[in-house]
């Protein structure tokens, strides 16, 4: 279990983590939901270790984050940041073995690159092994990032937005991948998406941020509704719920002008969105 | 049948790992050839065929060789000869790694400032007269010194949580500049004389070599070399990025640190010997790069022979120009560099 309790994170005077505490348990898909700017990259980043906390706690399996055992703690990680460019002269399987750096050698045993090779194969996209990545289209860096991840065979898995630039295959390709992995090792997978109804399809928990707050958590059945698409994102929206109980949501544009919604936060007085609607 | 498809992919790999190799072997080739031209050339013509008797005599072959060539060989030619493979290797490795760390293909020791401020302190102790000790150890040392003071400058950067590889390579142009400015206030208080000392020495010379300066350089070359390698596969990692390397459990800013250290050490040894020689340090990495790519199992020992080969062929290239005088290496490096690297940046375009 992955606990975070009264966690507080402030970076340049802007609060993104707010008196935070939750827990994350194994074998579960986690999914961080919430609109731009809000702290989601950042608390995957203060639970690596990459970012430190104001105040607060993340302990995981009898570990508490310190700074001084900073690479133990990374060890149990697999992250896939945001950042999907790959403007370099490697292979993409030297991008995927990349996901196991501590155990290459100077010579790579067959064994080690068959395991990276199985890797891409799973994700269906090992008939590109021996290309140049930066020839590769943004999905396909993205996917082979995602393998290069999974390598590292993490107790705790985190991916920032990652179907950021994948089409509708590959977008079910990786969560269907990650959500029976997930479950095969017991992971404790945490994913920011922003497709409301990929969270909804795949996520076991869903955490719901606002300006560094944790404003809802749970299934996504039991939590995503009308109100809460209003609250957070200021977008009006339908919930509704197919056969299997998984909700869908269909946002309603807005015609009016009379978008009343203040934000009641002090660092977004303006929004710009609302008024160039105006 | 996808068992078939994955041993297909390993092979392949293998086969791509042969090819790499192989290039490796291949400029390893070209490398020994200018080595040998290089022993040749020289005022006293020497017969090639003799030169490379005399070589593997000296190496231990029973091959009859004529006394004098092998006594040319032996204290005259074998020092310059090796002292310019070691030095352009050194330059290569130093740039390439610059290159890796800031993520930025113009990177090298000598744009980041660190030989301009060998030069100066080399000037600084011409100047001082050496300060009572002798020449050959002073203008070395002044340079090594002043060359890891740069460097120590640049850790300090480095060593700050959030500065970025722009942020590093903008403060390693302004110390360029810093020492450039520094090295021409010392030139214009000197004598004309004194002047004209401390260009000779900024030119670079490989005249200086001998078996005690090439026994300090080789040992330093080999240890940090071996620091490098096993680095190997953290440095490629880096190359994806700062924030996935991390990602990967590399500790940034202690492989940046180690990484800066052993270029610094490599760099300072180097150009307080042989004083600046410019261009190697870019453009071996680049070749280095497009013949191999990034993995650093590769890319790094090409890197080496590629910037020893380029220097291994200014030196031949500055006996022959001038018959008879030797023309400074440093100058000769930046012509053939030039022309090499307009090529390289129009070459990048397609």
Not at chain 2, 283 to 304: H, T
Request: glycine share 6%; with cysteine; proline share 3%.
């Amino acid at each position: 279990m992955l606990q975070v309790t009264h966690l507080n994170v402030v970076l340049d005077e802007l609060v993104l983590a707010k008196n935070m505490s939750f827990t994350l348990e194994p074998g579960k898909v986690n999914v961080i939901i919430g609109p731009n700017g809000t702290g989601k990259s950042t608390l995957l980043k203060t639970l690596f270790g990459d970012i430190q906390a104001k105040s607060g706690e993340i302990s995981f399996a009898n570990q508490t984050l310190q700074r001084k055992q900073l690479s133990q703690w990374r060890k149990q990680f697999g992250y896939m940041p945001q950042d999907i460019r790959l403007d370099v002269e490697l292979s993409v399987l030297e991008v995927v073995l990349l996901g196991q750096l501590n155990t290459l050698g100077f010579r790579l045993d067959d064994t080690v690159i068959e395991e990276a090779l199985t890797a891409l194969d799973k994700i269906g996209l090992l008939h590109l092994a021996n290309r140049d990545v930066n020839k590769l289209s943004g999905g396909q860096c993205q996917m082979i990032l995602f393998a290069q991840a999974l390598m590292r065979k993490p107790k705790i898995l985190m991916l920032d937005e990652p179907v950021s630039a994948l089409d509708l295959h590959f977008q079910h390709v990786l969560l269907d991948h990650l959500d029976t992995q997930t479950k095969q090792q017991d992971w404790i997978t945490v994913m920011v998406l922003h497709d409301l109804n990929l969270a909804a399809q795949y996520a076991d928990n869903l955490l719901v941020l606002k300006d560094g707050q944790l404003i809802a958590s749970g299934h996504p059945s039991d939590i995503l509704n009308p109100a809460l698409v209003k609250a957070v994102y200021n977008v009006d929206a339908d919930v509704t719920k197919d056969a299997s109980g998984v909700p869908f949501v269909r946002t309603i544009r807005r015609h009016t002008t009379t978008s009343t919604h203040v934000e009641n936060t002090k660092q977004r007085v303006f929004n710009p969105t609302a008024e160039f609607l105006i | 049948m996808q068992s078939n498809l994955i041993s297909d992919a390993v092979s392949s790999q293998r086969r791509s790992e042969k090819r790499r190799w192989s290039v490796i072997g291949i400029l390893l080739i070209i490398l020994v050839c200018s080595f040998i031209l290089d022993v040749a050339t020289g005022p006293s013509l020497l017969n090639v065929k003799n030169v490379a008797n005399a070589l593997l005599n000296l190496i231990g072959f029973p091959v009859e060789v004529d006394p004098t060539t092998k006594v040319i060989v032996a204290s005259l030619r074998l020092p310059i000869a090796i002292m310019a493979v070691v030095v352009g290797g050194v330059l290569g490795v130093g740039g390439a790694e610059m290159q890796t760390l800031l993520n930025n293909s113009m990177a090298s020791p000598y744009t980041l400032g660190m030989a301009a401020a060998a030069g100066f302190g080399a000037a600084l102790m011409l100047y001082f007269g050496s300060l009572g000790i002798d020449t050959n150890i002073a203008v070395p040392l002044g340079a090594f010194v002043c060359c890891m003071l740069a460097a120590t400058f640049l850790f300090a950067l480095a060593t700050m949580r959030h500065i970025s590889s722009g942020q590093l390579i903008l403060a390693g142009i302004a110390l360029l500049f810093l020492f450039q400015s520094l090295l021409s206030l010392v030139q214009f208080v000197s004598s004309p004389e004194l002047s004209q000392q401390i260009l000779f020495w900024l030119f670079g010379s490989l005249s200086k070599a001998s078996w005690t300066n090439l026994i300090i350089i080789i040992s330093v070359t080999v240890v940090c070399m071996a620091f490098l390698i096993r680095d190997a596969w953290k440095l490629t990692a880096l190359r994806l990025g700062e924030e996935r390397a991390k990602s990967l459990g590399v500790n940034i800013t202690q492989l940046r640190l180690r990484t800066l250290l052993i270029v610094a050490i490599m760099t300072a040894t180097v150009t307080s010997f042989v004083g600046i020689i410019g261009f190697v340090g870019i453009v071996a990495p680049n070749i280095a790069k497009m013949l191999v790519g990034e993995d650093q199992r590769f890319f790094l020992p090409l890197s080496f022979i590629i910037g020893a080969f380029l220097l291994s062929s200014a030196s031949v290239l500055s006996k022959v120009i001038v018959p008879g005088a030797l023309f400074p290496i440093g100058i000769v490096t930046a012509i053939i560099g030039v022309p090499f690297f307009f090529w390289l940046i129009l070459g990048k375009r397609r």
